[in-house]
């Protein structure tokens, strides 16, 4: 609500149209990384891995020379649409739960690797200078499911 103390009407409709007009023009204006952070709740980290993996799109680049800088300064911008579309979506929070389902999965890959080359190394000494005891072990069935299973872990 616009209130001026004591205005004529005349300064009144001035100013208000002059806000108005105003407002209309920042609808069009791009979005800085920080506000879209801000709007997003989001951090830097995961704009920049969500910009990579094309969830979260660039409308473009600003470049900026600050005052006190020798070199300029690089952004991206996003069009308001998009941060809107992405906000009523509620699509950052979909994004947290499939990163969270993709490092699990990533995880266990990377155990189970981990798991084979150890078991790979052990095999590699134990091949490498047979015992006598080795030699007389008899194998046991179904040894290769139950060790494929990582039960032993």
């Known amino acids: 609500m616009l209130h001026l103390p004591d205005a ?3 300064d009144f409709e001035a100013a208000s ?3 108005s007009q105003a407002m209309l023009g920042l609808a069009d204006l791009p979005v800085l990384p920080k506000e879209a952070e801000d709007i997003l709740s989001m951090s830097s980290r995961e704009r920049h891995k969500w910009m990579k993996a094309g969830r979260l799109k660039s409308a473009g680049t600003r470049t900026v020379k600050l005052r006190g800088r020798s070199k300029a300064v690089t952004f991206h ?3 308001p649409a998009h ?3 992405i906000l009523n979506g509620d699509l950052t929070e979909i994004w ?3 990163d969270a389902v993709a490092l699990a999965e990533n995880r266990s890959r990377g155990a189970g690797k981990a798991a084979l080359t150890r078991a790979a ?3 590699a000494k134990s091949t ?4 006598a005891s080795q030699e007389a072990e008899v194998p046991l069935e179904g040894w290769e499911e139950f060790a494929t299973k990582g039960f032993l872990r």
């Not at 490498?128 to 015992?131: E, M």
């Open 8 to 10: 004529k009407e005349h």
């Open 83 to 85: 941060i809107e579309h």
């Open 121 to 123: 190394k052990g095999k």
């Open 96 to 98: 947290r739960e499939e």
């Open 77 to 79: 911008i996003f069009e």
């Open 17 to 19: 149209a002059s806000i």
């Open 128 to 131: 490498s200078a047979p015992t």
